[in-house]
């Protein structure tokens, strides 16, 4: 199986879904999107296998989004993807690509759902609290 992350190590979200995926014997393909972006047919591919706008796969926060004026309804698709190519901090992550699809996980355990193998072990999450599927409520029956 083929798993690729488009991953920005100083990020929390995007640390504890790389341990999420290694977490079922799986390693990954890691891309660290601010040294090495996604070419624009990469992250145009990305974008429609996701069901994303542009817009909607941009990071507001620590970014130069509002000092670039990019909240702007008059730019155009391709100007915000130019955008993002030329500034890949602007990209929002982690994206994850696995044969099961290609998803933002954010939150990270929106990353389950796009592995094949199970966790190996409970996953606790950097800030102490359990991995739990998104359509869990982490309650016992």
């Known amino acids: 199986m083929s798993i690729v992350i488009y991953h920005n190590p100083d990020c929390g ?3 504890n879904v790389l341990a999420m995926i290694r977490n079922t014997g799986e390693e ?3 891309i660290e999107y601010l040294k090495t972006p ?3 047919s990469e992250l145009v591919t990305m974008m429609q296998r996701m069901g994303m706008a542009p817009r909607d796969l941009m990071r507001r926060k620590g970014t130069p ?3 670039m004026g990019l909240d702007d309804p008059a730019l155009t698709e391709d100007q915000l993807i130019d955008t993002m190519l030329a ?3 602007l990209i929002q992550r982690p994206i994850v690509i696995t044969p099961l699809g290609v998803g933002l996980c954010r939150p990270s355990e929106t ?3 796009l592995l094949q ?3 190996l072990k409970p996953f606790i999450k950097e800030d102490g609290s ?4 998104p359509n869990q409520t982490g309650e016992k029956s």
């Open 130 to 133: 359990p991995a739990i599927l």
């Open 38 to 40: 996604p070419s624009r």
């Open 87 to 89: 500034h890949p901090i």
């Open 28 to 30: 990954p393909t890691v």
């Open 111 to 113: 990353v389950l759902l």
């Open 13 to 15: 979200t995007s640390r």
């Open 117 to 119: 193998r199970p966790q």
């Open 65 to 67: 989004y509002d000092a």
